[in-house]
C-alpha cells in the first residue's frame, strides 16, 4: 500500500496543476517573481515535482522536453505511460504508486536514477533502452523469481540496487546470488556489498557464472554478427547494388516461376540452368563491385565539396571578423568621443561620422556575404555537374551489364525451347522413354501449351531483371536529385541567416548611437 491520504479524490494531471507546480518551484528571488507575471514555458523547466497530488494517470507532460528530474511518488498512479517526449529525464521517481508493469519507459535513453519503490510489480523487464541506468529502486514489491536478476547483467552501469520487501529477498541465497550475478554492484539495500562477500559469491556460484558467461558471450558474438551484417546491407543500398553480391536476383527469377521450375526435370535442362546460373551471377558480381567502386567515388567527390564549402565560409568569417574587430576598436573611442563633447555643432558631425561608419561596415559586411554567395553557387554548380555525371555513368554502364543478364535470358529461353520442342515431338512419336511427373507431362499435350509455359516462364524472369534495373536507376536518380536540392536549400538558409545577422548586429551599433545622441542632446 502507498502511503496516500485518500481522502482526496483522484485527479487528473492537467494545465492548471502543472502551472502551480511550476510556479511554487520556481525562484522566489526578483526572477521568479517576474518569471510569474510573464509566464514560464514548460519546455524550459528542468525540475518537477509532483508527489502526493492523487494523480492517477500521467499525461499532458509532453511540452517538458528538457525535463531532467520528475517526481511523482506517493500518488494513485497505476500504469507508467506518457512519458514519451521526456527524453533528457535523468532521474525519475515513481515510488508508493499502484504499478502492476514495468513499462512506458522506452524514450528515456538519458536516465541514470529509477524509483518504483513500494509498487505492485512482479517482475523486472521492460528497461532495455536505460542503457545508462546506475540506480534502481524496487523494494517493497512483489517480485518473487531470483531470475529477474539475470536481467540486470545487461546494465552496465548500475551500481545501486534496492530489492528489500519483495519475497526473493527472503531466499537464503538473496544476497550470495545478486553479488554473484551482478558483480560491478556497490550498494544492495542501502548497504555497501564488501569485497570478502563478493569473492565469496564469486566462489559459490562460479560454475554457473562461467556457464552463463559462456552463453552471453556466444549471444553477443551472434547480435555483433547480425549488426556487421545489417551494416554492411546499408552500405550495398548506399550504392544501389543490394543482393548483387550472389545469387539473389537469379533465385528470385525461379522463385515464382512455377512453369520454368517444372521444366528442370527435362534431359539437359538442368546443365543448361546450371550454365545460365553461373554466367548470369558473375554479371550481377560485376555490377555489384563497380556499384561500390562508383558509390566511393561519390562519397570522395560529396566530402571534397563539404570540405571546399566549409573553408570558403571559415575564411569569410574570419574576415568579416576582422573587419567587426577594427570598427569595434573604433566604436569605443567613437562613443567616448561623443559623451565627452558638450558643443553641439561638434557632436553633430561625430554622430553623422559614427553613423557614417556603421553605414561602411554594413557595406562592407554584405559585400563580403555577397563575395561568399557567389563564391558558393560557382562551387556548388561544379559539384551538381560533377555528381549528375557520375550518377549519369553509373546508371549507363548498369543498364548495359543488365541488358547482358537480358540476353542470357533470351539464349536460355531459346535452348529451353528447343530442348521443350524435341521433348515434345518425341513423346508424340512415343520415343521418349523418360518418365515425367504427372504435372509436367500434362505441359506437353500439344505445341501451344508448352510454348505458352516456356513464354511464361521467360516473361517473369525479364519482368525481374526490369525491375531491380528500375529500382536501381529510380533511387539513385532520386538520391541525386534529393542531394543537390537539399545543398542549394541549404545555402538559401545559411545567406538568409546571414544577412539576418548582419542587419541585427548593424541596428543594435545604430541604436546604441540613437539612444546617445538623445540623451546628449537632452543634456
Known sequence: MNRLCNSMEPRVMDDDMLKLAVGEQGPREEAG???KQEGILFKDVLSLQLDFQNILRIDNLWQFENLRKLQLDN??????????NLTHLVWLDLSFN???????????????????FNNRIT????????????????????????????????FKDLRTLSLSGNPIAEAEDYKMFICAYLPDLVYLDFRRIDDHMKELAEMKHQYSI??????????????????????????????????????????????????????????????????????????????????????????????????????????NQEQGKHKIAKFEEKHLLSLSAIRDESELTKLEKKIVEYSGDITELFNVLMTLEMQLVEQLEETINMFERNIVDLVGLFIENVQSLMAQCRDLENHHHEKLLEISINTLEKIAKGEFDEDLP????????????????????????????DNREDELVTRINSWCTHLVDKIH??????????VKEINQYIDHMQNELDNLECSDLID
Open 489 to 498: 536549400k541549404d545555402e538559401i538558409t545559411r545567406n538568409h541567416k546571414r
Open 123 to 154: 517482475k523486472i523487464d521492460s528497461l532495455d533502452s536505460l542503457v545508462k541506468l546506475q540506480v534502481l529502486s524496487l523494494g517493497n514489491n512483489q517480485i518473487g523469481n531470483m531470475m529477474n536478476i539475470i536481467y540486470l547483467r545487461r
Open 75 to 84: 500518488n494513485l498512479i497505476e500504469r507508467i505511460e506518457g512519458l514519451e
Open 33 to 35: 517573481q517576474l518569471a
Open 438 to 465: 504427372d504435372d509436367v507431362r500434362s505441359l506437353f499435350v500439344d505445341k501451344d501449351t508448352i510454348v505458352n509455359a516456356v513464354g511464361a516462364s521467360h516473361d517473369i524472369h525479364l519482368l525481374k531483371i
Open 98 to 116: 499502484n504499478i502492476e508493469a514495468i513499462e512506458g519507459l522506452d524514450a528515456l535513453v538519458n536516465l541514470e536514477d529509477l524509483s518504483l
Open 210 to 315: 562461467d556457464e552463463l558467461k559462456h552463453r552471453e558471450n556466444l549471444i553477443q558474438a551472434r547480435l555483433e554478427d547480425e549488426q556487421a551484417r545489417r551494416e554492411e546491407l546499408e552500405e550495398h543500398k548506399a550504392a544501389f547494388v543490394e543482393h548483387l553480391n550472389g545469387s539473389f536476383l537469379f533465385d528470385s527469377m525461379y522463385a515464382e516461376d512455377v512453369e520454368g521450375s517444372k521444366l528442370t526435370c527435362l534431359p539437359g535442362v538442368s546443365e543448361l540452368l546450371e550454365a545460365y546460373k553461373d554466367k548470369f551471377v558473375i554479371i550481377c558480381l560485376n555490377i555489384f563491385e563497380y556499384g561500390l567502386k562508383q558509390q566511393e567515388k561519390r562519397k570522395v567527390e560529396l566530402d571534397t565539396f563539404n570540405e571546399c564549402i566549409h573553408e570558403a565560409i571559415q575564411e
